[in-house]
């Protein structure tokens, strides 16, 4: 008899209203090799930390809550990075869509590789996956590497993925006044973001915020954005026309 593969859980969230569409469970797993400046939980940092879960029993305690989802509701994978945990995403996605469930995943497509074995697992479970959240933190690829200490190149390539199959995205994009901000870079995604075609059907831009900088300082590490404060009105406004994000409005 085969184990069943374990998904290292940071936390839950059991009615989430904003990493989907509707009222969504959503499961922060642990683990990330992304080191965002801007990052608000760095908690989720540390590979092999939290807390372990077989994908029936988290689907058993989501299933809880399916009353409350209403006909848009569902599942949301987010993290950390739950593609370092694809394996488990697979089971829990077979899980899900046996009872019906809508899923989704949060990523910010760090992991992806068209190498094996990672990519025929990411292959099947796109069978399963009605939603990618796809968080894309700098176009600009230098910029990237200096913020989040990884390049974007396959991060870029899993969007194009993703549109290729046609499967629908929300992409979401965090403004930090001084990093991701500038125009030219807004306007350079915007043009990647129109590449892709119909398979988005939601651009989100997120203002950066200072809700996690006390985190920092309880895991003693270095907070690299102090003094940056959150954009100004304006500055979300000009991204959002920009990004032309109202063109978009979940179609």
């Known amino acids: 008899m085969t184990e069943d593969t374990l998904g290292y ?3 839950i969230e059991t009615f989430g209203s904003v990493d989907g569409p509707g009222i969504r469970f959503v499961v922060f797993m642990q683990g990330c090799r992304l080191r965002c400046a801007f990052c608000h939980n760095p908690d989720t940092w540390n590979i092999g930390g939290g807390t372990p879960y077989t994908a029936q029993e988290l689907i058993d305690q989501a299933v809880d809550y399916q009353a409350y989802w209403g006909d848009e ?3 949301t994978i987010s993290g950390g990075e739950p593609l370092l945990q694809i394996d488990f995403i697979l089971e829990l996605f077979k899980l899900a869509k046996e009872k019906g469930v809508h899923t ?3 990523s910010c497509g760090g992991p992806f590789t068209r190498e094996e074995p990672f990519y025929s697992v990411y292959d099947e479970l796109m069978q399963y996956t009605d939603l990618v959240l796809m968080d894309i933190k700098h176009i600009n690829n230098e910029f990237h590497k200096k913020y989040t200490m990884a390049e974007n190149t396959n ?3 899993m969007a194009r993925d993703l549109a290729d199959r046609n499967i629908p995205m929300w992409i979401r994009h965090v403004l930090v006044p001084e990093h991701s901000d500038f125009d030219e870079d807004l306007k350079s995604l915007s043009s990647f973001i129109q590449s892709l075609g119909s ?5 989100e831009v997120l203002p950066y915020h200072k809700l996690g900088v006390y985190k920092y300082k ?6 690299r954005l102090e003094g940056i404060e959150p954009p100004t009105k304006d500055r979300v406004e000009n991204a959002n026309r920009i990004l032309m994000t109202n063109q978009y409005q979940n179609k």
Do not use: R
Request: hydrophobic share 50%; proline share 4%; no cysteine.
């Open 155 to 157: 991060i870029l390539e």
């Open 199 to 203: 398979a988005v059907k939601n651009v």
């Open 218 to 223: 309880e895991l003693g590490i270095p907070y």
């Open 9 to 11: 859980v940071h936390s």
């Open 104 to 106: 989704a995943i949060d």
């Open 73 to 75: 509701g569902g599942i």
